[in-house]
């Protein structure tokens, strides 16, 4: 595969594709060509038929220490609105139709924590560190945050971290509900994440992309429209072949064999 200068990525376990941010000297901290990297990395993993779910990480001390502090500090608004800056990455997790798990140790900060909240599921080890605090220099969350934060942990919650730019927990983040799991070390959370997307990638790619999107809608809809969406693409599902299969197969007391159609 490619080759990329501030990630690592591989695949490995079957079905599953990582990415690890690699630019340790800034803590990962989020410049453009990061960001252009992780945008192709997440697209050859979409793109990739082998592929079922993907984690994404940063190093033991920090997933990401925010964006670039040095590469935004003397942006005008001119420049950030005329060029929508930001764009290219708010977005960045929007396209990706298979599940993205987001393993997180270290400093989780600002745009760091707004990446590591556009996961579908969020894993963090004991020493993990989430936080916004964007209005200590002077600005606000600009990729998600104010909007995914208060939908995680609640509107007083996310408001006392916003306003104050105090650090969120590791623990918070578990009796919140901001992360699934917290595990001990970043090895377990990372191997965690592994073997929640191989158990994931064992599953029909059809199902799991559904079970996904209506999850997602659930986001945006009021209940009575997202139940409806969901009974919709429920019906759907019986035009599959993999709900043929899984649903013989139990009869059976057999193992499906998927055919991701
Ligand atoms: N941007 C640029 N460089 C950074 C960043 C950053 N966000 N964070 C750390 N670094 C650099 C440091 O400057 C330092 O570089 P150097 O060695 O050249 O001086 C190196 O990483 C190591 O950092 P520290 O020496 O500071 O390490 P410490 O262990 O002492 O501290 C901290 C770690 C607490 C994480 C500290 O680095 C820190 O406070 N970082 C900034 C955290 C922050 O404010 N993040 C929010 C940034 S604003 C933001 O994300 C807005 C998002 C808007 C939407 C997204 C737009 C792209």
């Known amino acids: 595969g490619k080759t990329y200068e501030h990630l690592l990525v ?3 376990k079957p ?3 990582f990415i690890q941010l690699n630019r340790p000297k800034a803590l990962n901290a ?5 960001i252009l990297e992780l945008n192709s990395a997440l697209r050859d993993f979409q793109a990739d038929k082998s592929i079922s779910a ?4 940063g190093s033991e001390k920090a997933f990401a220490a925010g964006a670039d502090i040095k590469e935004m500090k ?3 608004f001119s ?3 005329g060029s929508d800056f930001i764009e290219s990455w708010s977005d960045l997790v929007t396209f990706l139709k298979k599940p993205l798990i987001t393993a997180i ?3 989780a900060l600002g745009g760091g924590c707004e990446l590591a ?3 579908d599921i969020l894993y963090c080890s004991s020493k993990a560190v989430f936080g916004q605090p964007e209005v200590k220099l002077g600005v606000i969350p600009g990729a998600g945050g104010s909007q995914r934060l208060p939908k995680a942990i609640g509107k007083s919650r996310a408001m006392d971290a916003i306003l104050t730019g105090d650090n969120i927990t590791a623990k918070q983040a578990g009796e919140w509900g901001l992360v699934a799991k917290v595990f001990e070390t970043p090895e377990e959370c990372v191997n965690g994440a592994l073997a929640t997307a191989e158990k994931i990638a064992r599953y029909s790619q059809i199902a799991v992309k559904a079970a996904k999107e209506v999850v997602n809608k659930s986001q945006d809809l009021g209940i009575r429209e997202g139940v409806e969406f969901e009974r919709r693409v429920f019906h759907g599902l019986f035009g599959s072949q993999d709900q043929k299969i899984g649903m013989k197969a139990f009869a059976e007391k057999q193992k499906p064999s998927w055919t991701n159609e």
């Open 105 to 107: 140790n270290g400093y």
């Open 79 to 81: 420049h950030a609105y």
């Open 10 to 12: 591989s695949s490995p």
């Open 15 to 17: 079905g599953v594709g």
């Open 74 to 76: 003397d942006l005008t």
């Open 54 to 57: 993907i984690v994404l990480t």
């Open 30 to 34: 989020l410049f453009t060509p990061l």
């Open 117 to 119: 909240m556009m996961g």
